[in-house]
């Protein structure tokens, strides 16, 4: 008897809510201007040698200085409500993730939102979710799809972490990078959308950013160094390799299916090795994910969609695929989604 490879095991959603939608559209934008690991070497005390080993980046992209997150959010989502096939007034909320925001007030999604022309609109910032933003802001945009009178959500993750970093510290500066990334859900019928999802935190000032809160700054800080993120590279590691792998399982076992099941992976793009250390821990060949590192570096909520875009450009997911989205932040906060993909033709 003939067996047909092609036939998935069954999933269900672990809260037996209407989760269904596509990701009708999908874009990504970075700025024009690349940096490359030599001539960060100029006036850090690093090389190219060790940034690829230790990071696995090559470049990243830095945005000009009369340029604003807003613009870069602007450029992506254009791509998605057009790979959606919808129009602007069409949209029906628009929920952004970043550390870095045009503004304290007014909103940043608001901004976008007025740029857009997406006058039924309603804007939703998260500003604290760091590079795990991706993960709460799609959550969030499947919850809001239930409502009967949303039918279609934006979601945004953009970051200018080069405004971020101190250009003298070695242990952030190579790191980061600026990028916008955007998805189109869509409300749908079909058998797809999320299935589970697993989140999580632990307090933990591993990763921080002092400047602009209330609480005192630290002792030797001075305004302008405490907007700049200081962190323990060493304890991200840590705590990066065991919480996505088990994070991973979790939503999987959640959604009733096996690791094994999983037909592509969609990481934060915080270190290669991080990447590959997950896979390894999962059992997983590195082929079945995309790593955009790179090129790009680490950029905070828009990794994810950045990994995400190549992911459904390249066509390394394909219709009916499942799904795993998994990421960390600073805080720390982590979390992982299990979609069933499709996208309405």
């Known amino acids: 008897m003939k067996i047909d490879t092609c036939i998935k095991p069954p999933a269900v959603n672990q809260s037996g809510l209407d989760t269904s939608f596509s990701i009708q559209g999908t874009g990504f934008y970075v700025p024009e201007h690349v940096v490359t690991n030599e001539m960060l070497t100029r006036d850090l005390d690093t090389s190219d040698e060790w940034i690829r080993e230790k990071i696995g980046v090559r470049e990243r ?66 500003t604290q979710g760091a590079c795990a933003g991706g993960i709460f802001a799609i959550l969030l945009a499947s919850h809001l799809l239930q409502n009967q009178m949303i039918k279609n959500v934006l979601v945004i993750g953009a970051e200018v972490l080069s405004r971020s970093t101190d250009p003298a510290d070695r242990a952030t500066r190579v790191y980061f990078g600026d990028a916008a990334g955007a998805i189109l859900l869509q409300k749908t019928g079909e058998d797809c959308g999320l299935l589970s999802w697993h989140l999580d935190s632990s307090l933990n000032m591993a990763v921080t950013i002092h400047g602009a809160g209330t609480a005192p700054l630290p002792e030797g800080a001075d305004l302008a160094s405490s907007h700049y993120i200081r962190m323990n590279g060493r304890e991200v590691w840590k705590v990066a390799t065991q919480k996505m792998p088990d994070s991973i399982r979790n939503v999987v076992q959640k959604a009733g299916l096996q690791v094994s099941d999983i037909d592509h992976f969609v990481m934060h ?39 995400l875009h190549h992911s459904l450009t390249e066509k390394a997911v394909k219709q009916g695929d499942y799904l795993v989205i998994s990421a960390i932040g600073a805080g720390f906060l982590w979390g992982s989604l299990c979609l069933k993909y499709n996208k309405n033709e």
């Open 269 to 307: 793009q915080a270190n290669l090795n991080i990447i590959k250390e997950a896979m390894r821990s999962l059992d997983v060949p590195l082929e079945k994910t995309t790593v955009t590192i790179q090129e790009y570096a680490n950029t905070g909520a828009a990794s994810l969609f950045s990994a």
């Open 61 to 126: 992209r830095y945005l000009p200085d009369d340029l604003a997150t807003s613009d870069m959010c602007v450029s992506a989502s254009l791509d998605a409500i057009r790979d959606a096939g919808i129009s602007c007034e069409e949209i029906d909320a628009i929920v952004l993730a970043t550390t870095t925001p045009d503004h304290r007030v007014p909103s940043t999604a608001l901004i976008v939102k007025e740029k857009l022309g997406a006058k039924n609109a309603i804007p939703f910032d998260l």
